[in-house]
């Protein structure tokens, strides 16, 4: 066993850390994130067309498809420093769900269609998977998709669609066929999302913002050479899907440099009780960081973990939600006058520090975390089933 | 002993309980958040006409005489259904400084807030003084033979709405209690809207100059008077805490039974089952000490301090695990604005963060 990281290792993280502080990083971005404030679509294009101008925009792609090829290690060092430097999250849309997905399971042609935009981020993907009354029960989807000739016809709904306002292209899981075995009816299919019959309403979260949406789909056409695979093997891919997402899924680097930002509060007030709350969930991340390591070493070495990245999901949300809490302690009541995504009122400022409004939005924002990707209570269901074995 | 609520008691209680059923879904709420004043001015006649204001003021002065036990009864019902009038402010926080006072124009200011025409809201916090509101800078000072006031406070409930404000300053190196009208030279207020949908202002104070009888109290009276008033705004804020404990477990009880996935109610599972169980049980804890605080204050125990704090510390660790599992337990939902559940947890959230939060009332009940 060895804990420390290679020269290459070291001098690759160098040369990340030199790109990511160099002239080409946006500074619309740069200077939007070092306030604070929320970026817009076209913030969020510019990042990543960035990244891709790096050649970093595949970092967790084989080499083959346009992707970096990076070891496990290197990944881990790349995303360790993107937070470092208070970049925003890289969408996992196109690059960690649907592109593997594509690269692995598509045909010639729909990698050669679609994965050179996912890398340049000329299309913005999002995720077609919850609906109404399927969500932890995800096998149950209803959104229907029947063969006519050259085309399915898609008619249901989809709901909880981060970002969906902002997409090209919507990947779906939908029903070719009523089966017994209600995993085995279901497709994945790629739609455009500017396609005749698809209507996107907003859902407004209890932190006042729009991110998530509904998306209707009405007689919606889709040509049936969108179909990823075979008709009736979807829930394979879904499955393959989830477990490509693993990597930052703990979102460790995130509340490593926010944690930081909280020491730097408490110090300035001397907060005893806070300081030993952060030590707290310091060490939680400690533990939570070396098992995520662990994870990594373990598909560096060739192996699979499956079940184990469910630990991931649940202590990393567990942890990402406890430090939104504690911001909005060392806030104290000047969390009451509240921010809406347009910014205070004729931009005037309340009184108090000025994380106090951004620290409750994340609070009641953070609530998502333990919900999405698979409810941290079906997580635990799969840790007991797959693991424990009960 | 007895803790059975007496007949008036309940009565008041299926009053109001009928009030919210009938005025207050959640629609009704929405459009009373998005209004200009941001509460029902129907709605406050209404409370007017039934003799709700009147409940804590003393009959010499227009009240019905009841005390703290009626006060929770009537803030437990506006818990469970999210009120947002500026109860607390207008009638509890004002009037309690009011009616303490010696101000000449006691009972003609009483009489105004009880008929519903008058709102004053209380100016307690500042800036940089955290929880340790006596520490205020805001300053009165004395010139010749006339006082003036300057500097500025915030977080102050339903600012924008007020015909008066109660100012705690400071005199001389002791609090002072002021009373001015809202349309004085010198003062500016500035309107926000809270995490949780109500409103609260910045008032700044320039040489605002203050009349001998606008000064409610001084010194050792002017810091009881207002400790007072806290004591009555935690156990009221605590009290509507319980009601909307209350709502949260039954309404998500009722989502989990609804709600089928893998072809069955997720109530079934036994999972989510002990976390409703959960939710109960703190609600219930939180019921109890916010009954003895009730009682301790009723009575004028000198032990109420301590219980206070005790009260204020279950109603922040229930409210943040009752509100986040009831957000938890409803999916996506819960966390939609569109469903009333995630308006619960703002609510506890903005309660917490009031009159000390659940950390400055843990060291407030260490050091007695």
Known sequence: MDISFSEQDLQFQEEIRAGLNGSEFPANVREKREKGTALSKQDMIDFHKFIHAKGWMGYNWPVEYGGTGWSPVQIYLFLNELALAQCPTILPFGLSMVGPVIYTFGNQEQKDRFLPDILEFNTWWCQGYSEPGSGSDLASLKTKAVLDGDN???????????????????????????????????????IDMNTPGIEVKPIITIDGDHEVNSVFFTDVKVPADQLIGEEGKGWTYAKFLLAHERFGIAGVPVVKVQIEKLKDITAEFNDADLSKKITELEIDLEALEFTELRTLAAIAEGGHPGAESSILKIRGTEIQQRLTELFVEAAGQYILPYEGPEGFESNRTPAGPDYASPAVAQYLNYRKTSIYGGSNEIQKNIIAKAILGV | MNLNYSDEQNMLREQVLKFCETNYDFIDREKIL?????????NWKQFAELGWLAVPFKEENGGFNFGPIELTVLFEEFGKALVVEPYLSSVVMSGTVIEGSNHPEKVSIIEKIISGEHHVSVAYAEPNIGYNFLDCVTTVSKDAETFSLNGSKSLVLNAANANQYIVLATHENSPALVVIDADIKGLSVHSFKTLDGQTCGELTFENVSLTPESILALGNDAESLFNKMLDLSILCVSAEAVGAMTSSYMKTVQYTKEREQFSQPISNFQVLQHRMVDMFIETELTKSLMIKATLQLDSDDPEVGNTISALKVQVGKAGRLVGQHAVQLHGGMGVSNEMSIGHYLKRFTAIDSMFGNTQYHINKYQTK
């Open chain 1, 152 to 190: 399915y016809i898609v008619n249901g709904s989809k709901t909880w669609t981060t970002l969906a306002q902002n997409a090209d292209w919507i990947f779906c899981l939908v029903r070719t066929e009523t089966t017994q075995k209600k995993q085995e009816g279901i497709s994945f299919l790629l």
């Open chain 2, 34 to 42: 998005v209004s200009d004043s941001g509460y029902s001015k129907d």
